[in-house]
């Protein structure tokens, strides 16, 4: 039996409109409109491809994301492997059949849209384990037998993502899966074991990468050994974060999407482009936003009853954080080139409808708080 009766399944459509988080909502859709912004500056201050997409895909996936999160926190449970097979099939299509571009095969054409599926196993693969680990017992958690599950479930698509080749988004995912393994009780040790395994193979590892993947290693620690090749990019990203200053140079007027100095700024350095426009203090100001989007997220987890939602939540947070970080570090060069998108700002609809669905999870477990899963 899959759950027990609750008075929350009767709740009321007002009492359901009462239950949502406004404020999470809010800071959603005004970073989502700090994006249309700063999409319509990389198209040099005119609604061309990218700025039109990106604000439709926006306005198509938030009213989504608001439909979704009326879905009660049972059906999310209840659909939880469904889920991942799903996206875990998309991902070997894509691998297999799947459209190249730039070198890579990652995405599936829908006609009015192509979907990158390792995208959206980052959702997915948080909510299968939630859902693996809604009903094991903390006691079973390290026993090894119940170990082999779940690194199986994280470690199969990764092996498809790196395959496409992607290793930065299989690096993420990776991440994503092993957040809900920490957040269900797995003892640290097995963190630190394997932790020390990864820094002992890490030179043999380094044999097996493509060459682009090599020369971004070594661009990380010297960018301005090819200044005009493979360091190009970062070192005209931190030029352009330098020069916004306190306040930046103002709206539309950046030289790095007027000059065209930084290539693809519409997508993982779109923060390039917004901190040398805003400066500082804008980039402060959507720092917090985000801040309180992961707060709401977090805090929404320490309220609601089920221990599936409250794994969701905490580790979507933890996710979210993840990716926040590593795409600014990567901006600023504190990071090699990993091709992380940043939530909501930078273009791209994979990215995009990933997130929308995780937020839905998330407001859909603020809505209905006090469902029990049995």
């Known amino acids: 039996m899959l759950h027990r009766t609750s008075f929350t399944d009767q709740l ?7 239950g949502l988080d406004y404020i999470l909502i809010s800071c959603i859709l005004l970073v989502g409109i700090i994006s249309s912004f700063s999409m319509y500056s990389t198209d040099g201050g005119e609604f061309l491809y990218h ?3 990106h604000i439709l895909r926006f306005v198509v996936f938030f009213t989504m994301m608001i439909v979704f999160s009326f879905f009660t926190v049972r059906f999310w449970h209840s659909i939880g492997y469904l889920f991942y097979i799903f996206v875990l099939g998309l991902l070997v299509w894509a691998s297999f059949y799947g459209i190249t571009a730039s ?5 599936i054409s829908l006609y009015f849209i192509n979907i990158q599926p390792s995208e959206l ?11 693996l680990y809604h009903r094991m017992q903390i006691n079973d958690v390290n026993k090894i037998q119940n170990l082999l599950i779940p690194l199986t479930i994280i470690l199969i698509p990764i092996l498809f993502v790196i395959s496409q080749p992607d290793l930065g988004t299989s690096i993420l995912i990776g991440l994503s899966g092993l957040l809900v393994l920490w957040l269900a009780g797995l003892n640290i040790k097995y963190f630190i074991y394997s932790s020390l395994a990864l820094i002992i193979s890490t030179p043999f590892a380094i044999a097996f990468l493509k060459p682009y993947q090599k020369l971004r290693i ?12 493979a360091g190009y990019q970062i070192i005209q990203s931190k030029i352009a974060v330098g020069s916004g200053g306190l306040t930046g140079k103002g709206f539309l007027k950046g030289t790095q999407s007027y000059l ?9 350095f779109i923060f390039t482009l917004f901190s040398e426009e805003h400066g500082f203090i804008g980039s402060v100001f959507l720092l917090f936003l985000y801040a309180i989007i992961i707060y709401r997220t977090l805090r929404i987890g320490t309220i609601t009853r089920s221990y599936f939602a409250k794994l969701f939540c905490y580790g979507f947070g933890s996710a979210i954080f993840i990716y926040i970080s590593v795409n600014m570090m990567m901006v600023l060069g504190l990071l090699p080139i990993v091709g992380s998108p940043l939530p909501i700002m ?4 994979s990215s995009m409808l990933a997130t929308m669905i995780g937020f839905s999870i998330v407001i859909s477990s603020k809505m209905y708080h006090r469902q029990t899963i049995a």
């Open 12 to 18: 009321t459509f007002f009492q359901k409109l009462r």
């Open 51 to 53: 700025s039109k997409s």
């Open 103 to 107: 070198g890579s095969q990652r995405w």
């Open 121 to 131: 196993m980052k959702i997915a693969i948080i909510v299968c384990l939630a859902k």
């Open 218 to 229: 070594l661009t990380f620690f010297d960018p301005d050994k090819d200044p005009l090749g």
């Open 260 to 268: 065209d100095f930084l290539p693809e700024k519409h997508t993982d």
């Open 346 to 349: 930078s273009y791209g609809g």
